[in-house]
């Protein structure tokens, strides 16, 4: 089994940074898209943004011009540096990855983290 582990959440004010880390870990062949995908109570979760293996990435609206999503692919973990935090930027982050866990499968499989919670606030 594949085994996504995030870290980095906290409690920030309006206005602060957050890096958060999402390291996978397991029976990993290769892995393509990675992304972080975010909820609060009471909301349906949504994406922020996608990084493909080669790099490409796409964000929210919402977020755009204020996160960043990288990857280091030789550490199977990618990151969020969120700058300019907005008390609706409040939720839970899950980091989620497209997984080929051998290379004579026939495709890759969707695995999800435990989330951690990113709270700004005064």
């Known amino acids: 089994q594949v085994q996504l582990v995030e870290s980095g959440g906290g409690l920030v004010q309006p206005g602060g940074s957050l890096r958060l880390s999402c390291a996978a870990s397991?029976?990993?062949?290769?892995?393509?898209?990675m992304g972080w995908y975010r909820q609060a109570p009471g909301k349906q979760r949504e994406l922020v943004c996608t990084i493909t293996s080669g790099g490409s990435t796409k964000y929210a609206d919402s977020v755009k011009g204020r996160f960043t999503i990288s990857r280091d692919n030789a550490k199977n973990t990618i990151y969020l540096q969120m700058n300019t935090l907005k008390p609706e930027d409040t939720a839970v982050y899950y980091c989620?990855?497209?997984?080929?866990?051998?290379?004579?499968?026939?495709?890759?499989?969707?695995?999800w983290g435990q989330g951690t919670q990113v709270t700004v606030s005064s």
């Open positions: 397991g029976s990993i062949f290769s892995i393509y898209d």
């Open positions: 989620n990855a497209d997984v080929l866990i051998g290379k004579f499968q026939l495709s890759t499989q969707q695995y």
